[in-house]
């Protein structure tokens, strides 16, 4: 079995575009995830929940900033899953210490979103 030869390598716009196609993809295999899609749930409802509590539109926005925080950070945890998954098909220490890890960097971050969330609607 022969392995393909790697693309050449772009730039310029050509590589905006293909960073974007990059990306878009990306985004279409994190939404496959339940958590992904309980996590966009989390922040749409917090959106809702601060503007009918008539919060500022930089709180707003801050609000929207952790949440792209949010998602970049399940992002990597999806990637090291599937990493981890292609390296130890069985189970292993190895592979739970990983998502586990993986798992509590989400935790933090949803920590971190629910605070800002909490402090902005208490004061």
Known sequence: MSVPDKP??????????????????????LSRESAFRQEVALIAGLVVLLLAFRASV????????LGLALIAVEALNTALEELVDHLSPGWSQFAKDAKDLGSL????????????AGVVLIW
């Open 8 to 29: 050449p390598r772009k730039s310029g716009i050509a590589h905006f575009l293909a960073a974007a196609g990059y990306s878009l993809g990306g985004l279409k295999r």
């Open 58 to 65: 930089p709180e707003v926005l801050g609000l929207l900033a």
């Open 105 to 116: 960097a989400v935790a933090c971050t949803i920590g971190v979103v629910l605070i800002y």
